[in-house]
């Protein structure tokens, strides 16, 4: 009995991924998507010249006055409120992916608010970092969703799902950052609550 109802869910997950990948874009969509990817890869390249432009000269001015003694600091720096900073993608990767609990949402307007404790995987089981940070995203960011969809995978907003992420409970997500530190989407991760 448990087979079966395994072996439907699988076949209902497999109809689902073909309905989504079964109808191609048109040509303008993918021009378009190319050409994002394109700029995108520019706008990367031109940023991480000017970031080692400015290593360079800081370097540099730092051992020109490394020799003048040591200075109380002008202004003591606030401590930062975590130690995260957005995955970047790795070579040739559109996207880099952190995974974590994702709670307290709290719709602002037309964004959303929510707190992110960050996991790591080890082996089979997912543990948490110590880091936690906040997300202030779009109430339109894209959601593919599962259990919170009721047990059949749909993409939603995250603006629709506030009521079920402010509720007291931490569901698991891949949050999927571009090369300019944006969330694109957000993946329920339910295979690591099941």
Same mark, same amino acid.
């Given at each position: 009995?448990?087979?079966?109802?395994?072996?439907?869910?699988?076949?209902?997950?497999?109809?689902?991924?073909?309905?989504?990948?079964?109808?191609?874009?048109?040509?303008?969509?993918?021009?378009?998507?190319?050409?994002?990817?394109?700029?995108?890869?520019?706008?990367?390249?031109?940023?991480?010249?000017?970031?080692?432009?400015?290593?360079?000269?800081?370097?540099?001015?730092?051992?020109?006055?490394?020799?003048?003694?040591?200075?109380?600091?002008?202004?003591?720096?606030? &401590?930062?409120?975590?130690?995260? $900073?957005?995955?970047?993608?790795?070579? /040739?990767?559109?996207?880099? +992916? #952190? @995974? !974590?609990?994702?709670?307290?949402?709290?719709?602002?307007?037309?964004?959303?608010?929510?707190?992110?404790?960050?996991?790591?995987?080890?082996?089979?089981?997912?543990?948490?970092?110590?880091?936690?940070?906040?997300?202030?995203? &779009?109430?339109?960011?894209?959601? $593919?969703?599962?259990?919170?969809?009721? /047990?059949?995978?749909?993409? +939603? #907003? @995250? !603006?629709?799902?506030?009521?079920?992420?402010?509720?007291?409970?931490?569901?698991?997500?891949?949050?999927?950052?571009?090369?300019?530190?944006?969330?694109?989407?957000?993946?329920?991760?339910?295979?690591?609550?099941?």
């Amino acid at each position: 009995m448990d087979d079966q109802i395994e072996l439907e869910r699988l076949l209902a997950d497999l109809a689902e991924s073909g309905r989504r990948n079964a109808v191609p874009r048109a040509a303008h969509e993918v021009r378009a998507r190319g050409e994002q990817r394109r700029s995108r890869r520019r706008a990367a390249l031109a940023a991480s010249g000017a970031l080692l432009a400015v290593v360079v000269a800081a370097g540099g001015l730092s051992l020109a006055t490394a020799g003048g003694g040591t200075e109380p600091p002008v202004d003591d720096p606030a &401590p930062t409120a975590s130690s995260f $900073e957005p995955p970047s993608p790795g070579p /040739g990767a559109e996207y880099a +992916t #952190e @995974l !974590g609990y994702v709670y307290d949402a709290v719709a602002e307007g037309d964004t959303v608010r929510v707190t992110v404790e960050q996991l790591r995987m080890s082996g089979q089981a997912a543990e948490p970092t110590g880091v936690v940070h906040t997300l202030t995203l &779009p109430s339109h960011t894209l959601v $593919e969703a599962r259990q919170l969809a009721g /047990g059949q995978p749909a993409d +939603t #907003e @995250l !603006g629709e799902l506030v009521d079920e992420l402010s509720a007291g409970q931490r569901w698991v997500f891949a949050i999927d950052y571009n090369g300019e530190g944006r969330v694109q989407s957000l993946r329920e991760a339910y295979w690591l609550t099941e």
